[in-house]
T-cell receptor
Framework: KAGVTQTPRYLIKTRGQQVTLSCSPI?????VSWYQQTPGQGLQFLFE???????NKGNFPGRFSGRQFSNSRSEMNVSTLELGDSALYLC?????????????FGDGTRLSIL | SQQGEEDPQALSIQEGENATMNCSYK?????LQWYRQNSGRGLVHLIL?????REKHSGRLRVTLDTSKKSSSLLITASRAADTASYFC???????????FGTGTSLTVIP
């Protein structure tokens, strides 16, 4: 079974631009969560999607948004990029989004803002 | 912030030795999970311990949980160079599929 796939692996953008990151979950998984990982703040929860609906949201500004498609693939969008948005963005999927199920992570998208 | 903390932040040991890392969390939990992250990769789930369990084993891994102290520990026995990675504890939000991750312990196993 293929794992969680995130594309692209690396991105370089400049301040003010916008970016879209993609995540394909494990086949059959309906829950997709997004996390931001930085050396200073660690792993911070962005949001979770389940059956095309945003079910949980972390404490991030509205510049961060996402969506989920009917095939469970998810995209995350960041508008008006700031230097502080430089981070590793991780996507995780689980079968039903039950908190007792392990999260399966992709290898992330490394976003660098110049 | 509801983020937990791991202790120590970094640990360096010789191959064959045991490695112990600790995690403290802030909220009441349903369960606590441990993950490993190799450099440049995503996180890999290692083990889950429920709030009514005190100890759990999986291969060379042993996890303990003390809910009265809001702490957990991960013991890796007979460590190998391949165990070199960062280790995180994570507890889910009580009502949703939102996880709070600790700050991580960076483990280096020297061959």
């Amino acid at each position: 079974k293929a794992g969680v796939t995130q594309t692209p692996r690396y991105l370089i953008k400049t301040r003010g631009q916008q970016v879209t990151l993609s995540c394909s979950p494990i086949s059959g998984h309906r829950s997709v969560s997004w996390y931001q990982q930085t050396p200073g703040q660690g792993l911070q929860f962005l949001f979770e999607y389940f059956s095309e609906t945003q079910r949980n949201k972390g404490n991030f500004p509205g510049r961060f948004s996402g969506r989920q498609f009917s095939n469970s693939r998810s995209e995350m969008n960041v508008s008006t990029l700031e230097l502080g948005d430089s981070a590793l963005y991780l996507c995780a999927s689980s079968l039903e989004g039950d908190r007792e199920q392990p999260q399966h992570f992709g290898d992330g998208t490394r976003l660098s803002i110049l | 912030s509801q983020q937990g903390e791991e202790d120590p932040q970094a640990l360096s040991i010789q191959e064959g030795e045991n490695a112990t890392m600790n995690c403290s969390y802030k909220t009441s939990i349903n369960n606590l999970q441990w993950y490993r992250q190799n450099s440049g990769r995503g996180l890999v789930h290692l083990i889950l311990i429920r709030s009514n369990e005190r100890e759990k084993h999986s291969g060379r891994l042993r996890v303990t949980l003390d809910t009265s102290k809001k702490s957990s520990s991960l013991l890796i026995t007979a460590s190998r160079a391949a165990d070199t990675a960062s280790y995180f504890c994570a507890n889910p939000h009580f009502t949703g599929n939102q996880f709070y991750f600790g700050t991580g312990t960076s483990l280096t196993v020297i061959p």
